[in-house]
T-cell receptor
Framework: KAGVTQTPRYLIKTRGQQVTLSCSPISGHRSVSWYQQTPGQGLQFLFEYFSETQRNKGNFPGRFSGRQFSNSRSEMNVSTLELGDSALYLC????????????FGSGTRLTVV | DQQVKQNSPSLSVQEGRISILNCDYTNSMFDYFLWYKKYPAEGPTFLISISSIKDKNEDGRFTVFLNKSAKHLSLHIVPSQPGDSAVYFCAANEGTGTASKLTFGTGTRLQVTL
């Protein structure tokens, strides 16, 4: 059974650009959540999607957005990139909304220069 | 405001001994707690969890203890093995079954030495 797949693994962008990250959940998982990991801050919740609807949102500015498709795949978009957006972005999936104990992907390492 | 705190950024333990990783939380609405392990260049892996109605949960070498009155939980690994060397994250959930937004601590790097 394939795990959570995130693409790309690494990305370098310039300040002011926008970026789209992709996440394919485990087959059959309908809930997808996104987290940002930075040194010293741990993992911070960005948002959760279930059945193509955003169900939960963390405390991030509106430059961070996401969506989920009918096949449960999810994308995350960051517009007007800032240096502080450099981080590891992790996607996690679970069978149902509100099911703790996610399965995480390996993440996308975004570097903003 | 860090609602989940792991005050020890690192811990070194000899192989075969017990590793104790600690976690404190401030939000009394948290009712489900999880531990994740993370190796470099990989996503976190779910290790063990505990509901607030329990004070202990055991799974093989891993035991999690919860002290609700002190808002403290700990992960015990016995015996510690070199393969346990990783970063361990404590996480908490508010309202199990209604929301899966996890609040994570900043992690403790465990080094198990030979």
């Amino acid at each position: 059974k394939a795990g959570v797949t995130q693409t790309p693994r690494y990305l370098i962008k310039t300040r002011g650009q926008q970026v789209t990250l992709s996440c394919s959940p485990i087959s059959g998982h309908r809930s997808v959540s996104w987290y940002q990991q930075t040194p010293g801050q741990g993992l911070q919740f960005l948002f959760e999607y279930f059945s193509e609807t955003q169900r939960n949102k963390g405390n991030f500015p509106g430059r961070f957005s996401g969506r989920q498709f009918s096949n449960s795949r999810s994308e995350m978009n960051v517009s007007t990139l800032e240096l502080g957006d450099s981080a590891l972005y992790l996607c996690a999936s679970s069978l149902e909304q509100g099911a703790p104990g996610y399965t995480f992907g390996s993440g996308t390492r975004l570097t903003v220069v | 405001d860090q609602q989940v705190k792991q005050n020890s950024p690192s811990l070194s333990v000899q192989e075969g001994r017990i590793s104790i990783l600690n976690c404190d939380y401030t939000n009394s609405m948290f009712d489900y707690f999880l531990w994740y392990k993370k190796y470099p260049a990989e996503g976190p892996t779910f290790l063990i969890s505990i509901s607030s109605i329990k004070d202990k949960n055991e799974d093989g070498r891993f035991t999690v203890f919860l002290n609700k009155s002190a808002k403290h939980l700990s992960l015990h690994i016995v015996p510690s093995q070199p393969g346990d060397s990783a970063v361990y994250f404590c996480a908490a959930n508010e309202g199990t079954g209604t929301a899966s937004k996890l609040t994570f601590g900043t992690g403790t790097r465990l080094q198990v030495t030979l």
